[in-house]
């Protein structure tokens, strides 16, 4: 945790700022980086969209989210991807399973 998904990114682009995309996540929520966890999702996409990046973590105070945003924002800027829309998906302790059993009871 947390999960960072990429849609409408190339494959290439993200093997090559995986590792800035993990400090910037390690460094501005205080997580291990053997827990963030990178997807490329498919791009399927039905109607012209902008680049997407969706992060799914625990609850953070907001200068957390507003300094990750910023950083991923400038880590793209200077790509085709650059002007990313990102949106986080808070997720809550107690409707977070692993191998079937909630991690908190």
């Given at each position: 945790?947390?999960?960072?998904?990429?849609?409408?990114?190339?494959?290439e682009t993200l093997q090559n700022k995986?590792?800035?995309?993990?400090?910037?996540?390690?460094?501005?929520?205080?997580?291990?980086a053997t827990k963030v966890k990178i997807?490329?999702?498919?791009?399927?996409?039905?109607?012209?969209?902008?680049p997407i990046i969706e992060i799914a973590?625990?609850?953070?105070?907001?200068?957390?989210?507003?300094?990750?945003?910023?950083?991923?924002?400038?880590?793209?800027?200077?790509?085709?991807?650059?002007?990313?829309?990102?949106?986080?998906?808070?997720?809550?302790?107690?409707?977070?399973?692993?191998?079937?059993?909630?991690?908190?009871?």
């Amino acid at each position: 945790m947390p999960f960072i998904k990429f849609y409408g990114f190339n494959q290439e682009t993200l093997q090559n700022k995986s590792n800035q995309i993990i400090s910037i996540i390690t460094d501005r929520a205080n997580i291990k980086a053997t827990k963030v966890k990178i997807y490329n999702a498919p791009d399927i996409s039905i109607t012209i969209n902008p680049p997407i990046i969706e992060i799914a973590m625990f609850q953070r105070p907001i200068e957390t989210y507003d300094s990750i945003a910023s950083d991923l924002n400038n880590l793209f800027h200077d790509t085709e991807f650059h002007n990313p829309h990102i949106y986080f998906v808070v997720i809550e302790e107690k409707l977070y399973y692993k191998q079937g059993l909630p991690i908190v009871n």
